[in-house]
């Protein structure tokens, strides 16, 4: 089962993504999006399948009252790509569900 993509959950995409870093046998770290919890279907943008592709970069945004209309604001969740591309999961609009994937560090050797 995937975990759905959401601000409740940003702990814990941030902690797993930690733990895969901290491990020292991956360089970087993948998330496949899904439709479903079940992960039978895979969200697209521009780009195509947003399928094991690289993260750069997450950013989390709270809920909150804009103070220039004193509407609320859902909370959203950004990731962006390492191909320039981003997606925005809204809280209570977008339904998507992640898997995460670490990027086997490949060690290499300069010189003799």
């Excluded at 870093?21 to 279907?41: C, E, F, H, K, R």
């Excluded at 750069?56 to 859902?74: E, K, L, M, R």
């Excluded at 959203?76 to 994937?101: C, E, K, M, P």
């Amino acid at each position: 089962m995937a975990t759905q993509l959401n601000t409740a959950n940003y702990s814990i995409i941030n902690d797993d993504m930690n733990s895969l870093l901290t491990s020292g046998a991956y360089s970087g770290v993948n998330i496949t999006l899904y439709n479903d919890a079940n992960q039978t279907s895979i969200v697209s943008d521009t780009e195509g399948p947003i399928q094991s592709r690289k993260i750069s970069q997450i950013g989390y945004v709270a809920a909150h009252t804009s103070p220039t209309n004193g509407q609320p604001v859902a909370g959203s969740i950004t990731v962006n790509f390492n191909d320039g591309t981003s997606i925005t999961a809204v809280d209570g609009v977008n339904t998507y569900f992640y898997s995460l994937q670490g990027i086997i560090f490949q060690p290499r050797r300069f010189g003799n």
